[in-house]
């Protein structure tokens, strides 16, 4: 059996094999974090939220002072153009944008002329379509999130924090961590994930205004389809008690979509209520896979 083509990757406007990728010891994106990034999904080679993807990229990129290199046309033939070397069609793409490369890597120069682009893609690391059948288990973050933090609101790769606790959820069979904000009181989004309770046939999820969470893509997109289909959002404070009180929780990223949550630690037990996904997750499922078709 002959060996597969080596993966395929984009670095600062070429495409290269992976094994030929390079990335200097001096880029600020590993000496210091400063990066953003955004992993987007293709459906079947659709893109169909990648304008958002990149318009959040850009925001952060420009809060961060660091230059965008690639159009929105760009953008999208390259993500295109790589999806097609590696013969992807039901993929995750990673997109890296980092300050670039520094002569004097202690800080005297603060900026760089050249930002390095590095973008890969690659097979769903999990299945969501089991994931959404069967649900999934959150475990309550140890770590609290600041309640004032530009690295908390942006996607940036500044992200130790919540790897440690998404790696400490996995090791445990968890598929998430869920933070708390300073206080412990309130709930705030998981590591890589953002947070919905549903009571009473009402949609809550934490405010991105006084917290610091990320507004992701598809917890934007969620709240369209409850709104399309006459279910209230209420974009909000949530304490941590609500958890047990929830008829439905369901969290939402840009791999997986939309997932139920069976269980989070002691606060909350779908199977104990003998459903999973709840009607009102269900419908939210329904509309945003029409979306993706």
Known sequence: MSR???KVVFLNGK???IVDAAISPMDTGFLRGEGAFETLRSYDGKLPFIDGHYARL?????EMKIRMPLSPVDFKKTVRILLDKNRLQNACVRVTVSRGMLKDGYG???????PTVFIFAGDIPYDPEKLRRDGVRLRMAKSRKPSISFVASHKTTSYLENMLEKNTALAGRYFD?????STGIYVTE?????????ENRKIYTPSIYGFPILNGITRGTVIEIASDCGIPVYETKIKISKLKTADEIFI???IAGVLPVCGVNKYFNARGKNFIPGSITKIIMERFKKLTC
């Not at 961590?177 to 904000?181: K, P, R, S, V, Y």
């Open 177 to 181: 961590a869920l933070f708390t904000d």
């Open 4 to 6: 597969p083509d080596p």
């Open 58 to 62: 850009r925001k952060t990129l420009v």
């Open 108 to 114: 005297r120069k603060t900026t760089a002329r050249y």
């Open 15 to 17: 495409f290269l094999k």
């Open 190 to 198: 998981c590591a890589t994930s953002n947070i919905f309770l549903v």
């Open 252 to 254: 939402t990223n840009s």
